[in-house]
């Protein structure tokens, strides 16, 4: 092993991953949700069936209320390279009003998210969805496999997770279960954006430093995006130098300020970071156990 | 910007170009329950700048509500992940870790203690180079501690460091580090690690683990996170002859036919032959794919896509293999299974085995022996439940290509699933792939047959037996009586009675364990 470094070995890895399951899985399904993750997991299947396509379809799960400059990026992904690129959004909640501002991170990633995810893995009959999920990120998820297995109503038991040895992986599931398949569970932050660097793999420009329109709320910086986002009395959006380090539904993720324009910027800043990545997350803050949770519920 | 080495790790990289990238060790930590595993896993993260502030706040709101450390910080709770395991204070599952330094990327599996989430600790061994052993220090090798010790070996782990914990409560003596550690050694010496270090530390104090401690100026050698930055575990999988098992076929245009698979072991080169196993024909390797081009030479841990000279047919589960030294065909495999369903082993059941990109059906028979997990002694074993390790003949549908798992880790270990509940029911190792082509039926009976001796072989040696026996009686009656009639009438009188009396004799012994030796 001593010629292939760090970033190598988790490549081949994950590229052995995704040949598996196209080899063993019916309806595999990329959740695609626009990230730096989710660039580099697009990455790493291309790799995996070059000279081929993709043998399987993205799926980008639309709550509406992602930044504009991320619907851009992905339909112009979409296009570059050609992908099946389908795009699901809970119509019912839809209908219902249903927005992080009025019913709050809890309701809206229930209704918009977990629910929404649900509705499009059962429309298309899929039976094995790759996320970008990584093992550092959250420590429910530190506890998770590779191949995580859901039951007909998606849920997850923690405490019956299959052993996994080696490579060789079990796929084999009853009737309408299914499979939520996780490639980059070894990979850290820091390797994400390494191997961004090292492969030059396209990514949004909100996760470099500009000048944007923000309001500060009990400490968090929040982009206005768009009329969307009500202002409170006398609140006024200032402008400030930030990036964002993660990307979810735009309330619901804090900016952070930062000078970093570039990929090295941006590395060298995580490298000097004293908090980690998901603190800006509104979502993993509702409680000790909340991710635990939400993916009992079948959230990814 | 402070000082972690974290920091150093970054600025190591952007500035020094030519600095060579780091390399990844994989590592779990094992030992008993309350010797220290979380809390010398949160050190090691902690002392080298690894946790976030915000992770290390809520850790200590944690600690005051379930915390087991008085008012120190509990970092089990770090690492349980799972809401059952910080209410019930236990670790269950594999909890795995990410950190780094200048030197090295790593990826910490703390596995859980106790018996019986034995396979989850298997899990984290599997893929690990290497295993940290933590034993208490007035306590001294205990059971758990040669249980891991022998499942780490079991499965490959290569580099094994004993960490003698709690040497603040001991006094900081010299003479009880070297006693337990010589202990260790005396056990683990024939577990054939290829390295073992044992290093005194205090995790609670941090001593030893990162930093050097000055309470033990006797002890000499490396901290822990020195240990595991330098040792090397350049595994020799490239010395080894080359195996590629075949994941996919991929034939994305009428005019390339490629084989897509991760190179298990040894290097593979363009213009050299193949065995494409389990068929016996040959092939030349026209070329090696990959996104980033074509390459002229891969290694093990490689994910690529192979092109052959000429059109031959290759499937999902074949193996690609050195045609001057090809891995076994057999259908017959010798194993050692770990159990890890909480359904026993059911020789009548229908299980499937996957090894590489193959899964066949399989037909496993009961044990005839086992290993004691906690002495590493043979024991006769009949049955096999969760967390004991069992002597298996195995049966497949069709055949497979084969190593031994102590030859190849890549090519010689598998699954087992059960084809009713869909669950992994045992990880095997291969000790032995016969490579016969007519092998004995392998005995599924209640009272498992230990000699390896065919009815046949039984009823020949009887018919032997009794030739030669009865012309001996013959002869002593003639001499006794000097009566030819007699003497015969005696002689073919018991001919046929003692034949059925021994080859029943011999059925019998053949069952019986007592005073049997196993080669292996």
């Known amino acids: 092993m001593s010629r292939l470094d760090n970033l190598a070995r988790l490549e081949a890895e994950s590229i052995h991953i995704f040949r598996e399951v196209a080899a063993e899985c019916e309806r595999p399904v990329l959740l695609y949700s626009i990230g730096k993750d989710s660039a580099v997991l697009l990455h790493l299947a291309q790799k995996a069936f070059y000279p081929g396509k993709l043998p399987f379809p993205l799926l980008h799960v639309d709550t509406t209320w992602k930044f504009r400059e991320m619907i851009a990026f992905r339909d112009k992904r979409a296009a570059d390279l050609g992908l099946d690129m389908l795009v699901h959004t809970n119509q019912e909640g839809l209908a219902q009003g249903i927005g992080p501002v009025t019913h709050g991170s809890r309701v809206h990633t229930d209704v918009m998210k977990t629910q929404a995810l649900k509705q499009a893995l059962d429309l298309h009959r899929f039976d094995a969805a790759f996320g970008g999920a990584r093992r550092d990120e959250e420590r429910s998820r530190a506890k998770e496999r590779i191949f995580s297995f859901r039951s007909a109503e998606h849920r997850w038991d923690p405490k019956k997770q299959r052993p996994e040895f080696w490579d060789i992986y079990n796929t084999r599931k009853g009737p309408g279960e299914s499979i939520r398949v996780f490639p980059l569970s070894n990979w850290t932050e820091l390797d994400v954006w390494n191997y961004i660097r090292r492969e030059s793999i396209p990514i949004p420009e909100l996760y470099f430093a500009a000048v944007r329109p923000v309001v500060e709320r009990d400490g968090a910086l929040l982009m206005v995006d768009d009329e969307r986002l009500p202002l409170a009395a006398g609140e006024k959006p200032q402008m400030r130098r930030v990036r964002f380090r993660t990307l979810g539904c735009y309330p619901l993720t804090a900016a952070i300020e930062s000078d970093a324009t570039t990929l090295d910027g941006v590395i060298a800043e995580l490298g000097a970071s004293r908090v980690s990545e998901r603190s800006g997350r509104a979502i993993d803050h509702d409680g000790g156990s909340s991710m635990e949770q939400k993916k009992v519920e079948g959230y990814f | 910007m402070d000082d972690t080495p974290a920091v150093a790790a970054l600025s190591d990289k952007l500035s020094l170009a030519s600095v060579e990238a780091p390399t990844l ?82 990826i910490v599996a703390d596995t859980p203690g106790h018996r019986q989430y034995t396979r989850n600790m298997a899990t984290g061994a599997s893929t690990a180079d290497l295993a940290v052993l933590l034993v208490d220090a007035q306590k001294g090798i205990i059971t758990q501690t040669r249980r891991h010790a022998l499942i780490a070996s079991m499965l490959g782990v290569r580099h094994l460091v004993l960490a003698v914990n709690k040497m603040d409560r001991a006094d900081y003596r010299e003479a009880l580090f070297t006693e337990v550690a010589g202990d260790f050694i005396a056990f683990a010496a024939r577990l054939g690690f290829a390295s073992i270090v044992s290093i005194p530390v205090a995790a609670k104090l941090g001593e030893n683990v990162v930093h050097p401690a000055d309470t033990m100026p006797w002890y000499e050698g490396p901290t822990l996170l020195e240990h595991l930055e330098r040792v090397d575990v350049r595994e020799t999988l490239e010395a080894l002859p080359f195996r590629m098992p075949v994941q996919l076929v991929s034939r994305p245009t009428p005019d390339f036919r490629g084989y897509a698979g991760t190179i298990a072991a ?4 363009t213009g050299t032959r193949v065995s494409i196993l389990p068929g016996d024909s040959t092939a030349g390797i026209a070329r090696i794919v990959t996104a980033d081009g074509d390459l002229a030479v891969a290694v093990a841990g490689q994910a690529v896509t192979v092109v052959f000279d000429e059109d031959i047919d290759v499937s999902r589960g074949d193996m690609l293999a050195d ?42 028979a009961s044990p005839n022996q086992g290993i004691d997990v906690e002495t590493g002694a043979l024991v006769v074993m009949t049955s096999l439940s969760m967390n004991e390790v069992g002597r298996v003949a195995v049966r497949l549908d069709r055949k497979l290509a084969f190593d031994t798992y102590r030859r190849s880790r890549g090519t010689g270990g598998f699954i087992l699933i059960d084809r009713l509940t869909n669950d992994t029911s045992a990880i095997g190792l291969v000790e032995e792939a016969l490579a016969l082509v007519d092998t004995p039926k392998v005995a599924a009976g209640r009272w498992p047959i230990l000699t390896g001796e065919t009815a046949w072989r039984s009823l020949t040696k009887a018919f032997c037996w009794r030739a030669v026996g009865s012309l001996g009686t013959i002869v002593l009656a003639f001499a006794l009586t000097h009566n030819r009639g007699l003497a015969a009438l005696i002689g073919s009188g018991e001919v046929l009675t003692k034949i059925i009396i021994y080859f029943l004799h011999e059925r019998v012994w053949a069952r019986i364990p007592f005073g049997v030796t196993r080669s292996t």
Do not use: M
């Open chain 2, 25 to 106: 060790l994989r590592f779990i930590t094992c030992g008993s329950v309350d010797d220290g595993k979380s809390t010398l896993i949160g050190r090691l993260l902690h002392d080298t700048g690894n946790i976030p502030d915000d992770q290390l706040t809520r850790l200590s709101a944690e600690s005051r509500r379930w915390g087991t450390q008085g008012d120190h910080v509990d970092y089990a709770l770090l690492l349980d992940g799972l809401s059952a395991e910080r209410e019930q204070g236990i670790t269950i599952d594999v909890a795995y870790r990410y950190f780094g330094t200048p030197r090295r990327a790593f």
């Open chain 2, 266 to 269: 040894g290097v593979l080169r």
């Open chain 2, 323 to 364: 045609a001057g030294q090809p891995a076994t065909v057999t259908d017959t495999l010798e194993t050692s299974l770990l159990w890890v369903s909480d359904t026993p082993l059911d020789p009548a059941r229908a299980y499937l085995l996957k090894a590489g990109a193959a899964t066949v059906a399989a037909r496993v």
